[in-house]
């Protein structure tokens, strides 16, 4: 029998990801995207695969670029989302009997997620407008033959990491009659229309908007309803909140959100009556993180938060409670879980009959299918189980360590592949946010690494979700003191194990994390090399160029013109000169969340001061490159970060 070997970079190409499942209404059989990086073409794969439940998979799409399946409520239908000749996505159609799918949306600018009405008649969608009157919008904004158009802006959110320039764009409601393929747009205006909802007797559309003149640089977020057939959107409820959804008998409307502007918090679940009244927080003393916020690079969610559900026995919703997430469900301001266990469930859906539909994956393996039968998971799929027979995992060790104030904090360690034979390298990986947190998942990444000779401890620091409000909400306006210290603290539990060799300690992390990686190595010589990517290095230039600059005041306590001081105190530029070890820097170059500016920062002053630094700036992509970048640089990343360890440490 051949030994496992570790992981390779172009083992990225060998992974089927699996996301979104969807349970038919009869609860035969659940939908699923399956998604692959094609190393010739390079860019990703998806299609849309159908497993019954015996475990028969047949591959029900080919398009290459389909998404977001989901069932008729009379099982007769399936629609999904579907890229055809590499223009926008668009809604198709596809009879459960067989046959070819037919194009329900043809709109230039392209359509978003079905959704069904309860008597499958309609769906509705949002899909982006233009505001500029004389916009084209049939014409490829791509044509190499016509100069680039002058962009005027007069709203606050007019980019967004990963898409660009969105300044003339606004997301609408569009109504599709399927009988007669008719589609319909149901709301207009200076303003964005989201996640719409129906009622259960298909009579009315609930939906998320911001009608307030400066809904750009707000976080309100109200509740609106508005008639199937379009007309006037009548206001239910104001606040932070969105993702709405109706209670079984229609009598109430359940949202997420918060009361207040406090972005820092965690997100809780309400409902209100049907005139907005009688507001309820459905989560009850509940301290746990609504979603699925367990960070990783092979097992993205569709969404952070899938929509709520509401069944007779209460609402259904994803949590994570200490790095592990898993479905709950929420009744008379009570929660319970439906399903346990130290994994990551990244979606869900539920079948008429109430069967539980899910891809779950954990620390060792990706995601597959399962379904819920009499108080037990039965997997379905085995989408990766042949190639991770080869393959060398570490099985993390779960460390709880006394960080700041004494409280307790926690994280996992992965030994390194023949760690029993002499001392190794321990790399310290602290995850982006702040508002994220590592858990039961697997992380390629750190495997990868472990395979290589590497230690890897990943801790969630003050800060991080899924450890209850307080802790989440500890170091608004203070960066780099209570998460600092569970840095160390953490570091210093990490290092006891006998195989660590603590002259040998690396640093590393992205967006968030390669903050703290340059704050930790600014304050603190405990570390030997430093990796800080896509790193917000500057406060007060950050602010002003960050395509959510405008929320920041609510995260760092202060926008420039109020209290450039403190801004300038929390950043680690200012504290720049103190750093001692080598530091590579990597950014994208299209990353509009944190800026390139903010990695050029630190390395050009390190080049000043002398130190030994490297910049690597990837054309093309965004901030989501190690989850969501071209396969082949994601490929061409890991090499590099691997050469770096290797030189450094």
Known sequence: MTSPRPLEPTDLYRLRLVSDPQIAPDGSRIAFVLRQMDEEKNEYIST????????????????????????????????????????????RLLSTSGGESIALTDRPLGAGIPFWSPDSTAIVFTGPTSTDPEEDEAKDSKDQAQPAKTKIVERGSYKLDGAGFIGNRRRHLFRIDVAERQVEQLTEGDFHDD????????????????????WDVTLAGDIYVIPREGGEARP??????????????????????????????????????RSGGDLRDELGDWDGTLGDWNICDVMV?????????????????????????????????????????????????????????????????????????????????????????????????????????????EGWLLAPQCHTSGKKPLIVYLHGG?????????????????????????????????????????????????????????????????WVDENRLGIAGGSYGGYMTLWSISHSHRFAAALAERSLSNFVSFIGT???????????????????????????????????????VMHSERDDRTPIEQGEQVFLALRRLGRDTKLIMFPEESHGLTRMGKPSRRVERLGYVLEWFREKL
């Open 434 to 498: 702040p508002q994220f947190a590592h858990g039961e998942a697997f992380f390629f990444e750190y495997q990868f690494l472990a395979g290589k000779g590497f230690g890897v401890f990943y801790p969630n620091i003050h800060g991080s979700t899924s450890y209850g409000q307080e802790y989440q909400r500890s170091i608004r306006a203070d960066w780099g003191n209570l998460d600092f210290q569970d840095v160390l603290a953490g570091t210093d539990a990490a290092i006891s194990r006998p």
């Open 546 to 584: 960050s395509d959510s600059g405008w929320i920041w005041d609510r995260i760092a306590g202060a926008f420039p013109e109020d209290d450039v001081q403190k801004l300038w105190d929390m950043s680690p530029m200012k504290h720049i000169a103190n750093i001692t070890c080598p530091v590579l």
């Open 195 to 214: 996640e719409p909802a129906w009622s259960p007797d298909s009579r009315h559309i609930a939906f998320s908007t911001s009608r307030t003149p400066r």
């Open 48 to 91: 849309i695969h159908v497993v019954d439940r015996e475990g028969t998979v047949t591959q029900f799409t080919a398009g290459g670029k389909d998404a977001a399946p989901r069932w008729s409520p009379d099982g007769r239908y399936l629609a999904f989302l579907a890229v055809k000749d590499e223009k926008k996505p668009q809604i």
């Open 301 to 409: 969610p569709d969404q952070p938060i899938s929509t709520p559900v509401w069944r007779e026995d209460g609402i259904h919703v994803l949590g994570t409670v200490r790095g592990e997430a898993n479905v709950i469900r929420a009744r008379d301001s009570k929660v319970e879980a439906v399903t346990e266990g130290a994994h990551t469930v990244i979606g869900f859906s539920l079948a008429g009959d109430g069967t539980l539909a899910f891809a779950r994956g954990d620390s060792t393996h990706l995601a597959d299918i399962f379904v819920r039968e009499d108080g037990e998971d039965r997997r379905l799929t085995h989408e990766n189980d042949e190639f991770l027979r080869e393959i060398w995992l570490a099985t993390p060790e779960r460390i709880r360590f006394a960080g700041a104030n004494g409280e307790e904090s």
């Open 236 to 273: 239910v409820v104001s606040g932070n909140f969105d993702s709405p959804f109706f209670s079984p008998d229609g009598s109430r409307i359940g949202f997420m959100g918060r009361e207040d502007d406090d972005i820092v918090s965690p997100t809780r679940l309400f409902s209100v009556d």
